[in-house]
């Protein structure tokens, strides 16, 4: 059997960690799941947003004082006609968007964050909601910008990065009794 170079292994370790950690970070930071915290403040809004990567690792936190609106932003609204094939589907008189997000409107520069379509009209409309009451209690939003690259796509690369990051932990806390077993038996 063959032993392995030390350079054939740090290539090989680049490789894998290239594309078990650092391709599902990618994905992640393209589709991010993002969690929007709403307090009330007098008139206006403080609005904290939290991106995430690797969908549970906190990667980047802003924090907007007086907040006047949320302002979503979708493109490409198609409405489905109602035909035959379009009851049939239960699609009839829908609207589909294909991109979305919103903006955090305040005295500074806009924020802009990604949310599907109908997440961003339904948070427009959840903070309407929260500013039109007189003590609202925080709230707490969790978005994402597409169901099935934020969840789907970016839960099995989180998990294939989890699984490699695990892998290489074991292999070095275990690397000591490797060669301490390798030099016992030799005696």
């Known amino acids: 059997m063959a032993k392995a170079s030390l350079k054939g292994a740090i290539i090989t370790q680049t490789i894998a960690a290239l594309v078990f950690v ?12 993002t969690d929007v915290a709403i307090q ?42 109602n035909t035959a094939e379009n009851r049939r589907m239960g699609r009839a008189g829908a609207v589909s968007h294909s991109t979305g997000q919103f903006a955090i409107v305040s005295d500074g ?19 309407d909601r929260f500013m039109a009451e007189q003590n609202p209690a925080p709230l707490r939003i969790s978005v ?21 990051l695990c892998g290489a932990f074991l292999a070095i806390v275990t690397f000591p009794f490797k060669t301490s077993f390798k030099t016992s038996t030799k005696s």
Do not use: C, N
Request: aromatic content about 14%; proline content about 5%; charged content about 20%.
């Open 40 to 81: 009330k403040t007098g008139s206006t809004a403080r609005v904290a947003v939290t991106r995430y990567v690797l969908m549970f690792i906190p990667w980047q936190k802003r924090e907007i004082e007086h907040v006047k609106e949320l302002r979503a932003d979708v493109t490409a609204e198609f409405r489905y006609k």
């Open 109 to 127: 520069p806009e924020v802009v964050v990604q949310a599907s379509p109908e997440l961003a009209v339904e948070t427009e409309a959840k903070f």
């Open 22 to 33: 650092g391709a599902p970070i990618l994905i992640t930071l393209i589709a991010p799941f």
């Open 144 to 164: 994402y910008a597409s169901w099935w690259l934020s969840y789907v796509l970016g839960g099995v690369a989180t998990a294939f990065a989890a699984l490699y």
